[in-house]
Each structure stands twice: as C-alpha cells, then as structure tokens.
C-alpha cells in the first residue's frame, strides 16, 4: 500500500503516480501528469481494458498495471508452457481473471509479493492460491472491507470505476490458501521454474520471485521506484535490510528487476544501491526529507524510504 490520502502532499516531493483523469478540479494532485513516460518504451497488449493497462516486459511476462488507483498497483503474469503463475491479483476493483485467460490458455496459479490487500484483491477468482505459511497470510486471507474501502475514496481515483463496480459493497473477498509455501519452494510452469525466496521486512510475508534461467527478480514491495512503505505495525526493519542484501547479491545474475508499484522494470544495480540507502538512513546519515502524520521521508541514491517519524533502528 502506497500512497494514502494523508500522505498526498508529502508525497508529492518524490517519485508519484501521475493521471489518465481529464484535468479537472476534482482530479487529485497525485495523478494529473499520466501516463508515466517510462511506459512509452514497452509493449502494451490489450490496449482496449478499461482499467487496468497491460504490457509485454519480458518474454512470457506480462506487467498488468493498475493506473487509475493511487496504489498505481503491478501484478504480473508469469507464463509456462504448461502453466502460468499471476504474481499478485492487484486490487479487485476490475476482474483481473478475465485478462489473464486472454493473455494465456494456460492453467494459471497465483502467488503474492505480500498479502496486503491491494496485492491480494483478485485472489478469489483463481481456484489455486500458494500461500506462505505466516499467520499473517493466514489473517489476511479472511478479507478486509475497511482496507479495501480506504482504497476508493474520491483522492484514490483516477477517472472512472469500472462500469457495474459496487462501491457501497467493495471490499477484500476472503480466498483460500490451497498449498501453503516456504523459502526455496520451487514452481515448474514447464519450461520455466520459478523459485520463491522468502524476503521479510515490508511484512513477515513477504518474498520474492526468482526467475533464475531468465535472469528475472519479481520484488514485490521489497523494491519499487517510489516512496517504499516500512512504517506499518508488521514492518521489521532488520528483517527487511537483511532481505535486501540477500537480493543484492543475485544482481549479478540478473537482467531485470521486477517491482509492484509504479513502473515495471529497474536494472539489477538498484539492488545494491537499495541497501547502501536502507544502511545509510538507518545509521542516521541520510537527513529527514519531509514528515507529516508521524511519518518522515529519506531519500538518498535516487531512492526513497516511508518511515516511521521516530523509529527502532534509525539513529
């Protein structure tokens, strides 16, 4: 979760989502320059989705991006010969089913970054869900309508709902873990395995995806060009530098990183610059960019930390 109605003015210093919305009053700050231009560089299929935006990043790999919520979420479609995995289900605001049966014919399977909602909103519409085996995924597959509601307030939207989409009754339908997963679970698509490296911080759920004969690392909110969130209850600052340096060191390996928010692609050098950042603020080198609501911006390298105003683990 990314970008929330309190935080819209300090957010707006940084690296934020832009706006497909007619310029109007009524459109929120947040939003009123979309698209974002990194997009014009990559393939967009199914041009004609009324919400979300789709591309071609990679070979077999689809980014479905959702533009018109402030989350600016990014699932994506990972595709086998036998199978396909959705990494994330994004916010179930629009049937997110519907556009991976006309990307593959494919059995397709889903496994989250994380559980919060705006990852796991579709998660009901899939018959087989892997699931890390944390109370916390476990919790959070019941559902969530008070989460799910702060998504769509008027400051949340860009543009129009979906046609039919029932405001009123929206929330996070609760899904079913069908396999629950650790570190080192390994999905053959057929032609293709994908590993889950277990990457803790942002929640106690969370991981990685790693494509290691592609050279394709899926970050989930562990890295995303953006404010990065690590001021909720759940988040472990420790865990999360650990998780970091642990992804630091597959760089070399890799041709893309792959992230949940914003824009789709990064170059692998993010990673160890990711940790030099999260180090540097945590050892109080880093001077406080902006605070409000009790949480204070770092940003250093071109990379920006949400965190708590005063927090454990920050001198």
């Known amino acids: 979760m990314h970008f929330g109605k309190a935080l819209a003015s300090l957010l707006l210093t940084c690296l934020m989502p832009l706006s497909l919305a007619a310029q109007t009053n009524n459109t929120p700050e947040w939003c009123r320059a979309l698209p974002r231009p990194e997009y014009q560089a ?9 919400w979300f935006e789709v591309y071609k990043v990679a070979p077999g790999v689809f980014a479905i991006y959702e533009p018109h ?54 998660n009901w519409q899939f018959t087989f869900v892997y699931g890390m085996d944390t109370e916390f995924t476990r919790t959070n597959a019941r559902g969530s309508r008070e989460d799910a509601q702060a998504e769509i307030t008027p400051d949340q939207i860009c543009g129009n709902l979906p046609k039919g989409f029932d405001a009123k009754n929206y929330a996070t339908k609760p899904w ?25 911080g942002h929640t106690p759920d969370a991981i990685s995806l790693l494509d290691r004969e592609n050279g394709l690392l899926f970050t989930g909110d562990t890295y995303y060009p953006g404010p990065i969130w690590l001021f909720r209850p759940e988040t472990d600052l420790d865990a999360y530098e650990a998780s970091v340096k642990r992804l630091a060191a597959l760089a070399p390996q ?53 965190l708590k105003t005063k927090v454990a683990g920050v001198h």
């Not at 079913?176 to 679970?185: E, L, M, N, P, W």
């Open 254 to 306: 890799l041709k893309l990183v792959l992230g949940a928010h914003n824009i789709p692609i990064a170059n692998p050098d993010i990673l160890p610059r990711l940790v030099t950042a999260i180090q540097a603020v945590r050892a109080g080198k880093v001077p406080p960019q902006k605070s409000e609501g009790g949480k204070t911006l770092y940003t250093t390298d071109g990379i920006t930390f949400l």
């Open 69 to 122: 919520q402030a989350e600016e979420v990014i699932s994506y479609l990972i595709v086998g010969h036998k199978q396909a995995v959705l990494f994330d289900t994004g916010m179930g605001i629009a049937n997110i089913r519907r556009v991976t049966t006309q990307l593959t014919s494919r059995p397709v399977v889903v496994v989250n970054s994380h559980t919060h909602d705006d990852h796991v909103g579709g």
């Open 176 to 200: 079913k873990i069908s396999r629950a997963v650790q570190d080192g679970f390994k999905i053959n698509l057929g032609g293709r395995t994908l590993e889950i490296l277990s990457t803790p």
């Open 42 to 50: 990559l393939q967009r299929v199914l041009e004609s989705d009324p």
